[in-house]
């Protein structure tokens, strides 16, 4: 059996349950295949989720993985598991064939302009933050809004979170260590149509009727409103559905400076 699962508090509600949840229930095929809901305080979920109220509390983007652990111990029936963003993701047409694709490895796609995150994590929030920085450096990230692997990668990835990770409540922890398991891991790029982000990718695309479509005309599968803050997001009234996803395209080109400025100071 398959899981898809994300996490979320009361502050994305509305976008995950009539712009994630609708899009995967309306474009996925579901029938081997389970949604799982990590509740940080989220009301009103549909019937038909599988609600899991969070257990160990902290920064979402770090617990989560803990939670999702939590539950996978308890649930052994899981087999493949895809965890992803539940405020920032939309699906538009079905990925259920990646379950079956390269089922014992770590299943992600790379950023092609990485963020400089381990800049932001520091040495001390980290139990071997000079191994784990040295061990990065020069890499490109994948990105953590979307990952699929075995039961056993998340257990493990859990695992090495909890030993790992001095400070849970530090942004940017789970792409660091995430990225640091997936590349001494057996792994796999995806295609970034598979975690397509505005602000980083490098294929063309365009909006028409409130849908992404790479410049070929193929529908993207998944996009990922990516930014820390609503603000800076390169998609403005970003969801599924008529009258949705305007591009600021201001947005995407300030990220991309900032990006190669700061990766820049990186390399010094």
């Not at 030993?163 to 995430?178: R, S």
Request: glycine residues 6%.
């Amino acid at each position: 059996m398959n899981l898809i699962a994300t996490a979320g508090n009361e502050k994305i509600r509305d976008f995950l349950v009539n712009d994630w949840y609708r899009s995967l229930k309306e474009n996925v095929d579901l029938t081997e295949t389970d949604v799982l809901v990590i509740n940080y305080g989220l009301s009103d979920l549909p019937e038909d989720v599988i609600d899991f109220p969070a257990v160990e509390k902290g920064l979402i983007n770090n617990t989560r993985f803990l939670n999702l652990a939590l539950f996978l111990e308890r649930h052994p029936e899981y087999d493949q598991v895809l965890f992803c963003d539940g405020g920032d993701v939309i699906f538009q047409s079905d990925i259920s064939h990646l379950f079956k694709e390269h089922r014992e490895a770590f299943r992600a796609v790379v950023e092609q302009i990485s963020p400089p995150i381990d800049l932001v994590v520091k040495k001390d929030d980290l139990a071997n933050g000079e191994e784990i920085k040295s061990f990065l450096y020069g890499k490109k990230f994948f990105n953590v809004g979307v990952i699929l692997a075995p039961r056993e990668g998340f257990l493990e990835l859990a695992k090495v979170m909890k030993m790992i990770l001095k400070n849970m409540n530090v942004w940017g922890g789970d792409t660091v260590l995430i990225n640091y398991v997936i590349y001494k891991s057996p792994h796999v790029e995806l295609p970034s149509k598979y975690n397509f982000i505005p602000s980083t990718a490098k294929e063309k695309f365009f909006v028409k009727g409130s849908k992404f479509f790479l410049e070929s005309g193929e529908i993207i599968p998944i996009v990922h409103n990516a930014g820390r803050f609503k603000l800076l997001r390169p998609v403005k009234n970003f969801g599924y559905g008529p009258g949705k996803n305007k591009l600021n395209r201001f947005n995407i080109w300030m990220f991309r400076v900032s990006f190669f400025v700061a990766n820049l100071f990186r390399k010094q």
